[in-house]
């Protein structure tokens, strides 16, 4: 797995960042999953947000985090959503196209 720089965030984000970092290849989590992985169950949105800051998409695997919906949700890395769906895709991950409707560019739940 690609290195990265020492995260730099609030604490809140730096849990999300490495909770990212801990999903495999070909799999994905939902901004709950991650919330309540962290202990905060309550704080999907938070961890949306936290996704749209991360500082090193696709290092810190941003693109395996999707809406509780199914959907894609947004991706703040080079490319936006077509690249989470490129990525996802390479990974082996099936989107179907009713996952794309409603995309928010910002990884906001």
């Not at 080079?78 to 179907?96: A, P, Y």
């Amino acid at each position: 797995m690609a290195e990265h720089p020492p995260f730099e965030g609030t604490e809140f984000q730096v849990k999300v960042w490495y909770a990212m970092k801990e999903i495999p290849r070909g799999e994905i989590r939902t901004y709950t999953e991650i919330a309540v992985q962290i202990r905060h169950p309550n704080s999907a949105r938070a961890v949306a947000n936290a996704c749209g800051q991360n500082p090193c998409p696709p290092i810190v695997p941003c693109h395996r985090v999707i809406r509780s919906d199914g959907s894609l949700g947004g991706y703040s890395g080079v490319g936006g959503v077509e690249t989470k769906r490129r990525l996802l895709s390479e990974e082996g991950v099936s989107i179907t196209p009713s996952h794309s409707k409603g995309l928010n560019p910002l990884c906001i739940v």
